[in-house]
């Protein structure tokens, strides 16, 4: 039986591979069905599932370092990338299984407004965290709102992500995007920093900490929680079609999640959790510890077991109405969630 599991492997649709690449689809794959399926779960091969994110956050790190993927044999490939066009691309073209990202990304490549106007069948499954942890950082010689009429404003991309919680900002402020400032696409928040340096840029939201903000001479503007309450952001995502058909292995994946989460929000662990994280933050506690604390701050933190923050995604929507980006209540937030993943996965955990 060893022998046997040794020599096969799963590939994430499912499909029965022998070791020397080819697809078994004779008669011998009922046979090899019904034995794996005697084998004790650790001793059958892996799925591996391809995962696109910008930052691997204090969820996914506990899910890999503490061994909930490969409880449910998972293994995981983890890409990171610094703007949203890549990430939703390679989505798109089956490069990534699944994202984890920002409601707003997921929703407005759905639609066809993203970098790529095509519209895009995606559903999110999982929930992550919760609220805006973004800042306005202006360039020195902005001192108020008003100063930024005229202006550029450094953004990942125009219409999606924390550009659009920018536009709402300045919105309530009296200054409307296109008419007293203009955004451009640079990348992600070092590019923007960057931008900002240069004098390409006067200002960009940012999630950098205050101190890297005032080495580099800029200041903070507004704070995005003084705006916006719910925000659904580090979201298991992915195309519909990919979740249908490896509805076994999302669940799994979920239920990972979920325990992850649930592990990480036992104050217990602190002290194992803060050490496992000195290894994303290369030695630095302070920002170990931050970035502990941040994973469980109530307004801020991951959600509760992982769950789907569907206010946060309605606050998505809205946000994008107030930007002009959205016809006013045509779109509901139940449209791109499915939570029969999460549901299932969650009736096999204890309370």
Not at 128 to 147: R, T
Not at 176 to 184: A, G, L, V
Not at 197 to 208: K, L, P, V
Request: glycine share 8%.
């Amino acid at each position: 039986m060893h022998r046997l599991a040794s020599h096969i492997l799963t590939s994430a649709d499912g499909n029965w591979i022998s070791a020397c690449g080819r697809s078994t689809n004779e008669t011998t794959e009922g046979s090899v069905a019904a034995a794996l399926a005697l084998l004790p779960i650790e001793l059958m091969a892996q799925n591996l599932i391809k995962i696109g994110l910008f930052n691997r956050d204090a969820a996914i790190i506990t899910a890999v370092e503490k061994g909930f993927l490969k409880q449910e044999n998972i293994g995981v490939e983890i890409n990171t990338v610094t703007d949203s066009p890549t990430l939703l691309r390679n989505l798109i073209k089956g490069n990534y299984d699944l994202i984890l990202n920002n409601a707003d990304n997921v929703i407005a490549w759905a639609e066809g407004q993203g970098e790529d106007p095509q519209k895009n069948d995606f559903v999110i499954f999982l929930g992550g965290s919760q609220g805006v942890d973004q800042k306005l950082v202006v360039a020195p010689g902005i001192d108020d709102f008003a100063d930024l009429k005229g202006k550029l404003l450094a953004a990942d991309a125009v219409t999606t992500g924390y550009a659009v919680v920018a536009v709402y900002i300045l919105k309530k402020h009296g200054l409307e995007w296109k008419k007293d400032y203009q955004m451009k696409s640079f990348g992600n928040t070092g590019a923007r920093a960057n931008a900002m340096t240069r004098g390409d840029a006067s200002g960009a939201m940012m999630s950098m900490p205050d101190e890297d903000i005032a080495k580099r001479g800029f200041k903070v503007l507004a704070r995005s929680e003084d705006y916006v309450k719910n925000y659904a952001r580090g979201l298991g995502a992915t195309r519909r079609v990919w979740a249908n058909a490896n509805e076994e292995l999302v669940v799994r994946f979920n239920r990972a999640m979920i325990r992850a989460t649930d592990w990480l929000q036992d104050k217990k662990n602190k002290e194992d959790a803060v050490q496992m994280l000195l290894g994303e933050t290369k030695g630095n506690k302070a920002r170990a510890e931050a970035m502990y604390n941040g994973a469980l701050s109530p307004t801020m933190g991951l959600t509760p077991r992982s769950r789907i923050d569907m206010a946060g995604i309605r606050t998505v929507i809205e946000l994008r109405e107030a930007a002009g980006l959205m016809k006013p209540g045509e779109f509901k937030a139940e449209k791109y969630v499915d939570e029969r993943f999460y549901n299932k996965a969650l009736a096999t955990l204890a309370k």
